[in-house]
C-alpha cells in the first residue's frame, strides 16, 4: 500500500483517496479469496479492507501449513447488481475452476452466486464505469476512471450508469475482466506482510500513472556528473528531487535552508528537506541550479533549468498524404487593393516572428489565401485547406462527450475564455511541398 500511495501523489484525487485506494485493493488483488471476502462487505472502509486482506492471507498460509495443499479458486468473470428486495443464495460452481465464468448478483439485501458460461452472455458485456460496449472497465481506452459522477459524488463512473441513480435501469450488468492467471500458492512470499494490489505495465518514464500507457516526457541530466532521469514540468518553477534519490546519489552534499514556502498546483503546501546547488548540464550546455528535496514524489525540472538550458520538446507535425493522390494548384485569389496595405504588414509580422517562411521554388501544391476581418477591425489571415485536407491522411482523435465533460466541470467556480486562434502556430511543420 505504500507504493500505490506514493503513485497516488500525482493523482488529484482529494477527499476520494481513501475510496480509490480501497477499489484498487479490492479491483487489482491477485487473491480471488480476498477480493470475495472483501464483496461481502457492506461499508467497506479502506483500513478495515487492508487488515480484511492481511486476516485472509494469514489464514492461507495457515491452512497451507496444516493441510500443504491450497484450496482451488474460481475466477470471477462477471458482475451484475440487481436493484430488489429479495434474492435466494446460491452457489453453484464448475469442474474446472481454470475455465469457469462466474456471475456475481448483488442486491440492496441479498446476493448470489451463480454459473453462467454462454457465449451470448459474455456477448454483452459492458464498462460498468460508462457504460461502452467495446471495452471494459479495465481498458486504458475508458475515459471515466477518473471522472466523477454527478449522481453520488464518487469518482470512477458517469451518472447514466451510477447504481444510486434513480432513472437508471433496475438491473445494471457490470464486467470485470477475467482473472489471466490464478492465485499460485508457490509463489506467494511466506514472510510477506503486505498485500500486493497494483501491477503496472509498460512504464517507460517515472512518472506514469496507474493503468496508462501514456508516458510522461522526461530528460536525462548530469547533476554533479551523475546521469539522472527527470520528468519535463514546464508548469514548475522550481526543480525537485525525492529524498530516496538524492540519500543515494547526493549524500555528501549539505542541504541548506528554505526561505520560501512550496506550493503545489492544488494550494497544498510541499513539504521539503533543504535544498543544494548542484551543476546541471545537458548536451554540452551546464548551469548552476537550486535543487530542492522532498520526502516524496517524482524528480521535476522546472522553469529555472528549462530555460538556463534551453530546452526544447523534439517532435514536428508531418502531413501524411493518402498514396496515388495527385498534388493540386489552385488559382490565385485576388486581394482587393483597400486590403493590401494590411495583408502586407501582417505577413510581415508572420515572416518575423518565425511562423511562416517565403518559399523560393516551385511547389506542386498551391492554396490560396484568405482574409477574415477581426471585430477590432484587423485582419486575420488563413488559407483555404480543403483540397488538401482531402489527400491528407486525417489522425482520427476521439472528442468528449456531454458526460466526459460535466464530470470535469463539476463544482468548477471560475471560467475562462480563451481565443485559440494562434495555436497552431506552436507546432512546427516538416518541410514539404504541401506545408
Known sequence: MSALRELSLTCNFGTFLDEMLRDQLVEKTNSTRIRERLLLETDLKLPKAIETARQVEQAVRDSRSISGKM?????????????????????HRSGDARNSQSQFTKSRGNSSFTNQNTPDNRG????????????????????????????????????????????????????????STLHNPSTTDEGA??????????????????????????????????????????????????ARRFDKYFLRESLG?????????????????????????????????????VEVGISLIGKDVIQGL??????????????????????????????????ANELKRLTDEGVIEPVREASEWVSPVVVAWKKDGGIRICVDLRKVNEAVVIEKYPLPNIDELLSELRNAKFFSKLDLKSAYYQLELEEVHVT
Open 193 to 242: 506482510d503486505s498485500v500486493q494490489v497494483l501491477g503496472i505495465s509498460n512504464v517507460t518514464g517515472p512518472a506514469v500513472e496507474a493503468g496508462s500507457a501514456k508516458p510522461s516526457i522526461v530528460c536525462d541530466l548530469e547533476i554533479n556528473s551523475i546521469s539522472l532521469r527527470f520528468v519535463v514540468d514546464t508548469g514548475s518553477d522550481i526543480t525537485l528531487m525525492n
Open 124 to 179: 454483452r458485456q459492458c464498462c460498468y464505469r460508462c457504460g461502452s460496449k467495446q471495452h471494459l472497465a479495465k481498458s486504458h481506452l475508458c475515459r471515466a476512471k477518473n471522472a466523477k459522477c454527478d449522481a453520488c459524488g464518487k469518482t470512477g463512473h458517469f451518472a447514466r450508469v451510477c447504481l444510486q441513480n434513480n432513472n437508471n435501469a433496475s438491473v445494471r450488468k457490470v464486467d470485470s475482466t477475467q482473472s
Open 71 to 91: 484450496p482451488e479458486e474460481a475466477t470471477c468473470a462477471n458482475v451484475k447488481f440487481t436493484r430488489g428486495k429479495n434474492s435466494d443464495r446460491s452457489n
Open 310 to 343: 534551453g530546452l526544447q520538446l523534439d517532435g514536428k507535425s508531418l502531413s501524411c498524404l493518402q498514396p496515388g493522390f495527385k498534388p493540386v494548384q489552385q488559382q490565385l485569389r485576388r486581394i482587393p487593393f483597400a486590403v493590401r496595405g494590411k495583408v
Open 257 to 293: 535552508p528554505i526561505n520560501k514556502k512550496l506550493v503545489s498546483y492544488n494550494n497544498t503546501v510541499i513539504q521539503t528537506l533543504g535544498c543544494f546547488t548542484a551543476k546541471v548540464g545537458y548536451k554540452g550546455k551546464s548551469m548552476h541550479a537550486n535543487i530542492y528535496v
